[in-house]
């Protein structure tokens, strides 16, 4: 199969590639889902919303922010996106996430696309410390985090006000210089 786009690293399942224009009604479709961003600080999105996100990936200069459709190999079926921040002031250092359309959660899918991250952002970027935030309600991105080899650093009562509560976040952290990293 000939692909004409930039296809960032592969896993068994998925192909994890650059955003093409062409996304923008797939990304919008999961991202304006409030089940899907229930715990996110951002979204439900409007279209206009989606575009700008498309926009700023795409002129950020110098490069801070890789974010990536999540595709099936078998059928190149866009099930999601990831994304990794570079943190500005400390480029060794960045924040990685995901989001998955709720067809496909309890598949191994983002836990898989993590792990591929992870590993990108350590052999490719050379990035040396990982950080991943959730909601402390959401449990599911927890224990993807944890399954990646994540620990838990804090747990931030009152971070911000996010749909209308205050949200209490965990802050999950990964040294990508230590032999406990379980990811080859």
Avoid at 6 to 32: G, M, N, P
Avoid at 116 to 143: K, P, V, W
Wanted: one cysteine or more; aromatic letters at 10%.
């Amino acid at each position: 199969m000939h692909r004409q786009v930039q296809l960032l690293f592969e896993t068994v399942r998925l192909f994890i590639r650059e955003y093409e224009i062409k996304d923008i009604s797939a990304v919008h479709e999961d991202a304006s889902l409030a089940v899907v961003v229930q715990y996110a600080n951002w979204g439900p999105n409007t279209l206009k919303d989606t575009e700008l996100f498309f926009r700023d990936i795409q002129v950020s200069r110098p490069r801070l922010i890789y974010a990536c459709c999540i595709e099936l190999r078998h059928s190149l079926k866009q099930i999601g996106g990831c994304e990794i921040e570079i943190d500005s002031s400390e480029p060794s250092a960045a924040t990685v996430g995901y989001i998955i359309n709720p067809i496909y959660w309890n598949q191994g899918f983002a836990t898989e696309a993590m792990v591929g991250l992870i590993s990108f952002a350590r052999n490719e970027l050379g990035l040396q410390y990982l950080s991943a935030t959730c909601d402390e309600r959401n449990i599911a991105s927890r224990r993807v985090v944890e399954k990646c080899g994540f620990k838990l650093d804090r747990l931030i009562e009152g971070d911000f006000v996010q749909k209308g509560f205050l949200r209490t976040t965990l802050l999950f952290t990964l040294d990508l210089n230590t032999s406990a990293f379980p990811i080859q």
